[in-house]
């Protein structure tokens, strides 16, 4: 009887912290705009020569519209999505140690793309970097 007690008090204690995790999770979410909303995303190329793009959508992360308008390219990683190209140009980490370094509203970005949310006006950065 101790024995199915102690398990019933783990399983209860592991619930309960699965349930606080998730309810810390949905409120530090960082909100999006709903609707329309119109973004810039300048794009800093490893010779140093940049190119900006403005897209209007409904996206609510950035990810969703790097990829839905070709301008970006990467794999699913552990950690959400991997960018390895970026207007026709790669950054191989794994060759030279390059990686795409993405900026929002010119602070370096605390999240990934595809975890990044859109706000109307948002300017945002993916710079070639060494």
Do not use: C
């Amino acid at each position: 009887m101790k024995k199915n007690t102690k398990i019933l008090i783990a399983g209860l204690a592991v619930l309960a912290v699965a349930a606080l995790m998730a309810g810390i999770w949905f409120t530090t979410r960082p909100e999006t705009d709903k609707g329309v909303k119109e973004i810039t995303v300048e794009v800093v190329h490893g010779d140093g020569t940049t190119k900006s793009f403005t897209y209007r959508t409904e996206a609510e992360y950035l990810g969703e519209v790097l990829l839905a308008e070709g301008l970006a390219e990467g794999e699913q990683g552990e950690y959400g999505l991997y960018i390895v190209t970026v207007d026709g140009e790669d950054a191989v980490y794994e060759e030279d140690g390059a990686y795409w370094a993405l900026y929002q509203n010119g602070e370096y970005a605390v999240s990934g793309a595809d975890t990044t949310p859109i706000q109307d006006g948002d300017v945002f950065q993916l710079a070639y970097t060494k």
